[in-house]
């Protein structure tokens, strides 16, 4: 008797794209997944398109607009599993800014006619609107990391992705403290692992592309960011990138913003 693949469907909301080609990136890895799983919708690499429900969904991107935040609905109804990939779709992406400003004033000032416009005030992840089975963190993803998460979905299991900090990619890589070594601002006490401390492995600072790790210590990092010379605006930008909204980027940011003693 023929066993039938376990599908595979790939979404995109608000984002850059970058995430949905970490996956094509993949190549030979991809080819070979692609004899174990039957790919049921993914626009970036295929016009064909296999009904659903899907046994696991990729969703890239942030939620924006009412339209979208009905599709997630839909997507997650017809869902066994559901994963976010990228900072977008964990925290609501770098468009996430605008949740800490007046949308409608930028419309003003942008469009001819806002009143056209049907947008939402903030900018969400995918976990504000529909119930998330994993979160992959990064700006873009790590491709092995999202292999790992492909296999273990379709495998039963929970993915082996680790929740340690950036700090500790570069004691295992042998790189130098930039902050402790050369005074360079960085946010890798606080960042979640998955880049392969890329920047300070350049000798510069974690801009905090993976978002936060479990349980950090931000105002503790922002204490030893001050004594090395970063004022309030400067700590308060720091943390408002890529994971802008991830609440413990956020409330440090805002932290910063509301009291002008720090």
């Not at 996956?23 to 296999?50: G, K, M, N, Y």
Request: hydrophobic share 40%; aromatic share 6%; net charge negative.
């Amino acid at each position: 008797m023929r066993v039938q693949r376990p599908t595979l469907a790939v979404w995109k909301f608000a984002s850059c794209d970058g995430c949905q080609l970490t996956l094509l990136d993949c190549e030979d890895a991809l080819l070979a997944l692609a004899d174990t799983i039957r790919i049921a919708h993914f626009p970036e690499a295929s016009s064909a398109r296999v009904e659903g429900p899907w046994d696991l969904s990729l969703v890239e991107g942030s939620i924006t607009t009412p339209e979208d935040a009905e599709r997630i609905r839909e997507i997650r109804r017809a869902s066994r599993h559901l994963v976010t990939i990228g900072a977008c779709a964990t925290s609501g992406g770098i468009q996430a800014l605008r949740n800490f400003a007046d949308v409608e004033a930028f419309a003003r000032l942008v469009y001819a006619r806002p009143d056209w416009i049907q947008t939402l005030a903030t900018s969400d992840p995918i976990a504000a609107h529909v119930p998330v089975d994993f979160e992959l963190r990064g700006c873009p993803i790590d491709k092995g990391q999202l292999l790992e998460v492909i296999n273990a979905f379709l495998y039963g299991r929970r993915p082996q992705i680790p929740a340690s900090s950036v700090c500790e990619e570069c004691k295992r890589a042998g790189h130098v403290c930039v902050m402790v070594a050369h005074g360079t601002p960085c946010l890798g006490p606080v960042t979640q692992a998955g880049c392969g401390a890329l920047c300070p492995g350049c000798h510069r600072g974690c801009y905090g592309c993976f978002g936060p790790k479990e349980t950090p210590n931000a105002p503790a990092l922002s204490a030893q960011l001050a004594q090395l010379g970063m004022d309030r605006g400067q700590l308060l930008r720091i943390y408002r990138t890529f994971n802008a909204n991830a609440n413990p980027f956020r409330e440090e940011s805002l932290r910063h913003e509301s009291d002008p003693d720090h």
